[in-house]
Each structure stands twice: as C-alpha cells, then as structure tokens.
C-alpha cells in the first residue's frame, strides 16, 4: 500500500474524525480526533501508516469537514433543523430573560448538525433561585458540574440540562462575567455572547420565509421532522 505524505493522512484523520462525530455522535474533537487515528492507524487498521502529534487534524479542519459532511448528508434539512434551532433558542431565551441569557455555539454560528445541542449562558448569584424559576417554568432538567479551564486556572462550573425537541445546555455564571470573554476549544477564537434581540434579528434575515410563518401561525415550520 503507498504511504501516505503528511497532508493526505491529516486529510484522511479529519474525515474519520468527522464520520466519528457524525454518526457515532462523539462529542468533543480530543476523543474524535484520537479515535480516528486508532481507527485508521491502530490493530487491525494500515499498519504501514505512521504519524506525529503534529500530522493529527486541527479541531477547525475537523469541523470544516464535519460541516461538508453534514451538507452532504441531509442537504435542505440541515437548514430546517437550524431555524428549527434557533426559535427554540429565542423561546427559551425569552422565558429565562431574568437571567441575561446569551447564545453561543454553534446554533449561532449555523454550524449544526444531528446531535448539536443549544448552549446558552446565563447569569445569576444565586443558584438556587435560578433552579426554583425552572422548577415554576415546569422544567425536568438536570444539574451537574463541570470543570472548564480559563486563561491558565481550571474552575468549576454549574451546568443545568434540558430538553425541549433539542437538548439545551445552561452554563452558569456570575453577573460580573458576563464582561469576560471565553475562548472557544476549537479553534481558540474568543466565544461570541449573542442577545435575544441579535438572534431574533439573524433568524429574520437568514430564514425569512420560515420566520414569517412562524410570525404569522406561532409554528415552527417542519418541527415534527425532529421530535
């Protein structure tokens, strides 16, 4: 079998990568990235193939292919799933509005996929009151702790999870952080904080058609596609 040059094995990692995530639903690129290369590289897998840490995929080029994968794959349902998405999103946004939430991710960069979730910032001194407005909401949710690393320090946070066609995931911050800026895992970038009013306005110019029904009916169209 031809050994592969550096640039065709990245290549062929960050398809399996994506498949990985795709259809297997792997959630974060670290594990995606490493399965692949055990996958295509490992027992059973071209022995003859050999890679550096510096010939693995980039979580961007992974993306990037899980992106074209996803076109592919479901064509005009992807873009269905994502207003589907990013009303849901605004909904819910709007219920918690004592809370200051904010969208991130990818239902505010378009970016999704089978498997994507909501993850939305909220922001609040107090965790208790936050869980006793969900209980009055008549959410079913679920809490649990997360360690994220900021700047060089590793901190604890809440995040609460729920479902509603999609899954949604809170994170919890205090009030004073809703001035700092995150840095995203995947490509390093600093994590956009989107408004309510900011989404409302993305989904008016970027599903026009889709939003003037939903204006006009209090539906989401093609929902039931997903539920």
């Known amino acids: 079998m031809r050994k592969l040059d550096s640039s065709e094995l990245r290549h062929r990692l960050a398809q399996e990568a994506a ?14 990235k490493r399965l692949a290369a055990k996958r295509l590289l490992g027992h059973g897998g071209h022995q003859n193939l050999r890679y550096r840490p510096q010939d693995l995929p980039s979580n961007g080029e992974i993306k990037d292919a899980l992106l074209e994968l ?23 946004m709007r219920d918690l509005a004592p809370f200051q939430p904010r969208l991130i991710g990818s239902v505010s960069t378009g970016q999704v996929r089978k498997g994507s979730d909501i993850d939305l910032h909220v922001f609040t001194n107090s965790l208790e009151e936050l869980e006793h ?28 999870l729920y479902e509603r066609v999609f899954p949604i995931e809170l994170s919890v911050y205090l009030p004073e952080e809703i001035r700092l800026t995150h840095r995203s ?25 889709e939003w003037e029904w939903y204006l006009s009916t209090g539906t989401i169209l ?3 596609q997903f539920e």
């Open 185 to 209: 895992s995947t490509d390093g970038n600093p994590i956009v904080r989107v408004k309510p009013s900011v989404l409302e306005k993305l989904i008016a110019e970027q599903h026009p058609q």
């Open 19 to 32: 498949r990985l995530m795709y259809e297997e639903e792997v959630k974060q690129y670290f594990t995606a």
């Open 133 to 160: 407005y969900l209980c009055y909401l008549g959410w079913r949710f679920e809490t649990k702790q997360v360690t994220i690393k900021v700047a060089s320090q590793f901190q604890d946070y809440t995040h609460i």
């Open 222 to 224: 093609g929902i039931e």
């Open 70 to 92: 996803v076109r592919f794959q479901e064509g005009d349902l992807s873009q269905q799933r994502l207003f589907a998405m990013r009303v849901i999103a605004l909904e819910t």
